[in-house]
DNA sequence: AGGCCCTTAAACAAAG
DNA sequence: GCTTTGTTTAAGGGCC
């Protein structure tokens, strides 16, 4: 078991050098894991990418069902569609991203789903009407202002020849200096004049039309999100080409991208976004660039780009820059957005400095949108990056619509994310969930929220954290402190004192909505800390562990297995902010730990001391109980991977659900019902905890084919050592790995005594 | 009630 | 002399 817990530890090693982040990352790198296999079988699909099919294909199959709901040929009722049929097609679809027939698609949503679906589709159905006959209004009105021009050209014409100009000025009344000029100039200026005229109202008309379709399109978008809408109808060009000939578009993107046309720069966006990305807000989203967009248009139009007096190129130009480093600072600036910009196209310039490679260079050609010019070299690509690609009005417009497509895929990966965090939730596979809520990609939300929150908190006081912050955390972050609070028997034992003391102490509180939505009940300290190390990081509650096992999961997960004293307090500090004060307090009780218990051997240095944990101490620590405990029990205990609960915890487990064990028979593969039994014990609640649990937890709605066989071990309860050995958990597969400590003895120890064939 | 565990506090000593 | 590190004792609370 040494070798166990040692090849562990240097596996997961390097994440911890990094700490706190590195937990973080590594659970995301877990769910990430999914989507980069993906990824790998596609070649270039993004997970993104996949992750839009996937909708894709969900929500047409929702569709097609909800056709055939509306019609009559589906009438399921509710509760069937509730019940276990469920189950495994949540979990294939999950794993599968394939097409999801209508069946499954009945089976995966509930009644009220359906119909709210039914519903939404209706009301989109309705809305897309309502859009299109506003579109062909105004493409009518369009059309009529094109007859009316044609009509005006040819009055114009005529009024050159007849002295009155009757026709002109019955037309354009409104316009009477200009007629009076028409009427002066040569037949090409007056030419020109009027279709100045005659263009504005058109462009006019056609900014509406794009605006309308923005409108659209972000509607349609926002439907999207919701899972409502597909893509693939929302692709801008597609609308924006209904509503607009194409020779207007590719006028209006002309205008933009300076050489492309507006397909090209399209396509070219969408292949370098992999699908049809919603662009529609990219022209005109944002004030500036439909100022610009206006104006620049207006002037080509008006055949006087040429005329445009260079500082009047240059002030648009500034303003063009002006805008970018606005929308940088304030669109992206937002804090999950940053990251991304930084590294996204406009740091582009960075990697210029790079030799070798180039982010918009590639296979020889530039990948600049729109562009793919042949490149032989570096140093070619380089000359003709400068040439073509020089800071202008083009390259600029370019760039901003580039940002905007960056924005948007981050928008939606951040709800994807966030859909993918609740269904991983609401299928009980322990997301990790207080980051992606709260915020869609950065953690720093998470942490200022919940540093706002232990702000909140009075400092000085003797133990704030545990009385003060136990009552939001166990709701807002969910399965953090739930799973926390899981064990909090023996450890949290004192605190709850604390709370006990209180008539209405949070304390009991906490523990029991900890129980009542105990679904990843007891887990271990590494998981615990490696789903919430963000949490405990920023949130000032106290861990749910002793200092023992604190310590020693401290040392163990150093490099070398060994730290010295002022590293475990780092340790301490850098993981929770619990640990951040009262400095004194708990850094003496550290010491007192080292000191009092034989686990932790010091052993001398060539710097110093240095501490490390000797395993064979630590399970001899406290085995009494455990021993003293029937066969059974202890059996149940390491079967179900109760591993991860601590000494005094199990014990407290097996004595005090001896009873209840034994009574309601343990062998039931629903560890879920046992474990919270299990916890349950001792509290008022046990029924409802077990009722629950039993619901929840028996069957098996996240199980994947493969892991089905383990859900005793890997649902509710994976423990170190059940992930070490099996490795099946879905769970072990999205956080697994970087607190790879056995947090307790006993787990092992269990692991060593009973092996769980006995259960099995 | 007693034992065990955990935490907190504190005294003390040695080393840096 | 001060701080850090390490040891030890005591007390209190929870749990069984």
Known sequence: MMVESASETTRTTPSNQNGVSSLSSHSDGGGGREGGSNGDTNGEISPVDLLHLQQQQALQAARQFLLQQASGLNSPSSNEVKQSPVQVPVSMAMLTPQMISP???????SPAQLQALLQ???????QQEYYKKQQEQLHLQLLTQQQQQQAGKQAAKESLHSPGVPGLRGRKRSNTAEDLEARRCSPYWLEWVWQQQ????????????IQMQQLQQQHILNLQRQGLVSLQPTNPMQSLQQAMCPGDLQQLWKEVSGVQSAEEALKQQQQQTGEGLDLSTNSTSSSFPKANTHST??????????????RDRYRDRARLFEWISSFSKADLGDEHLMPYTKGGPLSSSHHEEHAGSHPLYGHGECKWPGCEALCDDMGQFIKHLNNEHALDDRSTAQCRVQMQVVQQLEIQLSKESERLQAMMTHLHMRPSEPKPFNQPLNLASSGSLLKRESEAYPEGLPHPPTSAAAPITPVRQGPSVISSSSLHSHSHSHSHSHSHSHPHGVGPIRRRIADKFCTPIASGIREELAQNCEFYKNADVRPPFTYASLIRHAILEAPDMQLTLNEIYNWFTRMFAY???NTATWKNAVRHNLSLHKCFVRVENVKGAVWTVDEVEYQKRRPPKMTGSPTLVKNMISGLGFGSLNASYQAALAESSLTLLNSQGLVNPSSA??????????HNDVSSTVEQVNSNGSCSPTLSPQQYGHQVHVKEEPTEVEEDRRSVSL?????HGNMALPSDRDD???EDELPTDELE
Do not use: C, E, V, W
Request: proline share 2%; charged share 10%.
């Open 198 to 209: 005659i263009g504005n109202k058109q462009l006019a008309f056609q900014q509406q039309l």
């Open 748 to 750: 092992r120890d269990l």
């Open 120 to 126: 939404q589709q209706q009301a989109i159905m309705l």
């Open 673 to 682: 019902a046992s474990l919270n039994m299990l916890h349950g014990m001792g």
């Open 731 to 735: 769970m072990a597969t999205i956080t």
């Open 103 to 109: 069946q499954q698609m009945q089976q995966i949503l």
């Open 579 to 581: 640990f951040r004060r």
């Open 297 to 310: 248009l207006h002037s080509l139009h008006n055949g006087q780009s040429n005329h445009t007096p260079k």
